[in-house]
């Protein structure tokens, strides 16, 4: 089923076309990745989709209706949240605060104090910061203020999580746990977009890749298509997929 | 169309002389970051210095901008070192600096301005200075000179700016302060020069203001609300913009004052009001 | 242990303010004259202060409206003077401070940082002079005459306003609104796309602040006698309340209210004793108190106080 369609998505940043007649979708259940070279307008489609940015033209629906032009924090309780390619945590707040501003106003319906902080501390639970919750935010690691976004989004009871490089700056092991926590997230049942450099990664966490180049799509497939996909390649020139 | 003419000609001068007042605070904002609420008392000083020396040891008014635009600059100078700069690393962000730097300013605004009345008292001072008319246009001579100091001082200051090493420097800061670091300028410095540089152009128009109009210690913030629509119609540090922005005031203020002169203030602030919501970034901003 | 420590630590707190409240609601009985008007003021002054510190503290969009909402209770005050019985002034000048905020605020709040700041400083100039022009214009004169109210009702009037502003100041940092506020503060974008309506929650906390300080206006518009629009919209009133935050600390409400009552004691002294030296004085001491106060004097008070006990915990 198809969860999220975008058609002839365009972003014009004055001359320049971030974003130029992109088509895509994402079904139910699926891992999607995005990947490209830096500026090809990967974070600028996530942009669009979470309504950071109008669209120049073209529309987005979700679950079969048109989100277009709504204001980020409708489209954040329809269920699409997201984290930040840099982090934008509420560097002030204690951890567990900064997950209590997701579970108390992002989940669509009104929840209770009680209730947002019973959430909180369970997706603190899930990134596995819960030893970390009275610390304030700015004082946490690269790697744990990217888990805490990942957790502040969760909390908002998402269908479609869209994670912009959580990888990006991570150690090795580091980068193994956030593909164990990406696995996580899907056995919930949650749909996810994903953009990333690090390539084994995507390689081997999702199901279907959509290859951005200059704000076009130049291909889509399955990462072994996508792998010996010519464009790709040339794309990538001496980089190993 | 002879009061089309007027209109225009005394917007025309008008608009240089605000040009002038501007063109110093759009320097403290661009690239010092420091909104300075009192750039209008150092006009002020500026003035009552000039005043000052005509009348204890009779100095021209003209001559007496060698002396207020250096002792100006000096005292900017000395308040970027102590007061800015520590604000400067006790911040965590620009915002907070900004909001921090905005509000001591406001404080110094306190103290100029009572350190002046202390000194020169609160009437009304004023002398007359080349106040006869050119015949064609009925335009006063001193309106004339005042506007010929404004085009040649923003000739120089271009000028400055476009070739001299400092000004490369300082353009380099306004546009980003870590690469202009990584090209071995001292951020710290240039800063400084700049808040300096942006009084001094206020105490310079200080001088030439009073060969025009009547001066007392409480006209400043008259002049840092002027300068500070016209930073915003040219656009927040752009040094173009305010020479621009200045006209353009100039000459809605004539054409106003022509009509209905107890308007002029409102017609001020509306257009104010309505850039500000419609194009932040000022009508040169993209 | 902890939970004991805090439990007494608010009634303590309870307690105090009990006394306070008692003290200041019984004070007119036992005293008159230089106390009760000495006390107007700082009662003004914290209303103003908290009130700002309800939306700016938080949210950190420093507005500089405050005069023009102030001044707004000034003139419903005049206007209306006779007309209506001292309570109702007070109540529409609420009214309307909250409506003209709402309208402002929608208009506004899109503008970032120092933007907003003279945005909300350009609103106190312009009407100040659109009601100079309209003066002119409609009555031709340049100011207006406010019936008296007695001392001690203009005392419980400020008091009555001062409990209302205190308590929806603690109201909206417990409830939801506050930590809306302070994310977006924190980091608006990321606010947004948590699921807060950034726009509403904005414009709703400055019209409600607005509120108190068009009430605060309307009570003070009474002991004027005399208003015009340099009275009533001066923008010492907007830069005041900022400076006495500032000077008190934001991190609680105690803060504001504390710098609040010591600026202006200080500054009535400074005002008898050096007329001249008054607001060279006062200039300095707010160059200072940014320089080296970063968390106000309560910050500088809780330093020293961990100095003392030999800072055996960290902070809580
Ligand atoms: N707000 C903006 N204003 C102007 N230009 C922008 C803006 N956002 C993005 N761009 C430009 O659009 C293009 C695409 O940027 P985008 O951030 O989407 O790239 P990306 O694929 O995410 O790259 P990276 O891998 O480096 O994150 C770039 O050329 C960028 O400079
Ligand atoms: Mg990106």
Known sequence: MR???????TRHFGGLAAVAGIDFHVDQGEILGLIGPNGAGKTTLFNLISAALKPTSGTISYQGSQITGLPPYKICRLGIAR?????????????????????LFGTGSRTSGAEALRIADEELEFVELS??????????????????????????HPTLLLLDEIMAGLTHTEVDEAMDLIARIRARGITVIMIEHVMHAIMNICDRIVVLDFGLKIAEGTPAEVAVDEKVIEVYLGEEI | MNAFRDIFLTGLL?????????VGLSLQYGVARVLNVAHGEFIMVGAFITFWMLGSINLNPLVSLVITGPAVFIMGLILHKTLFRRLMDTSPSLDVFEGKSMLASFGLLYVVQNLARIIWGSDVEGYNFLNSTVTAAQIPLNRLVALGFVIVLGVAFYLFLARTRLGKAIRASAQSPTTAELMGVNIHNVLAICFGLGLGLAGIAGSLLSTLFAIQTSIGLGYT??????????????????MIGGVILGLVSSTVTFFQPSLTMIAYYVIFIVLLLSRPKGIMGK | MKTIRMTRNRGITLGLLLIAFLILAFLPQVTSGYVITLLIDILKFAILTVAWVV?????????????????????IAAVFSGTFPFPVLVIMAGAVAFVVALGVGALTLRLRGVYFAIFTFALVLLVQNVVLEIERVVTETRGRFVDTVSTEGVYYAIFIVFVLTMLTAVLIRRSRYGLALQSIGEYEEAAAHSGINVVRTKVLTFAVSAIFM???????????TYIDPYIAFNLNTSFLPVLMAMFGGMTNLAGPVIGAALFTYIGEILLTRFPDLYMLIFGVVLILAILFMPNGVLGLAQRVWRKIRGGRRAPA
């Open chain 1, 3 to 9: 969860l999220l369609e975008g058609e002839g998505l």
């Open chain 1, 83 to 103: 984290t930040f390619q840099t982090v934008k945590i509420f560097a002030h707040l204690p951890a567990v605060r900064n997950v209590i501003v997701g579970s």
């Open chain 1, 131 to 156: 030893s970390l919750r009275n610390v304030p935010a700015g004082d946490l690691t690269l790697a744990a203020q990217k888990r805490l976004e990942v957790a502040r989004a969760l909390a908002t």
């Open chain 2, 14 to 22: 008008l608009g240089g002389i605000f040009a002038l007042v501007s």
């Open chain 2, 225 to 242: 609300v002027i300068a500070m629509v016209v930073v915003v119609l040219g656009g927040l540090g752009s040094i173009t913009g305010a």
């Open chain 3, 55 to 75: 939306f700016s503290g938080p949210s950190g969009y420093m507005s500089l409206a405050t005069a023009a909402f102030y001044g707004l209770g000034f003139y």
């Open chain 3, 214 to 224: 068009g009430m605060a206006g309307a009570v003070i518009a009474t002991r004027r």
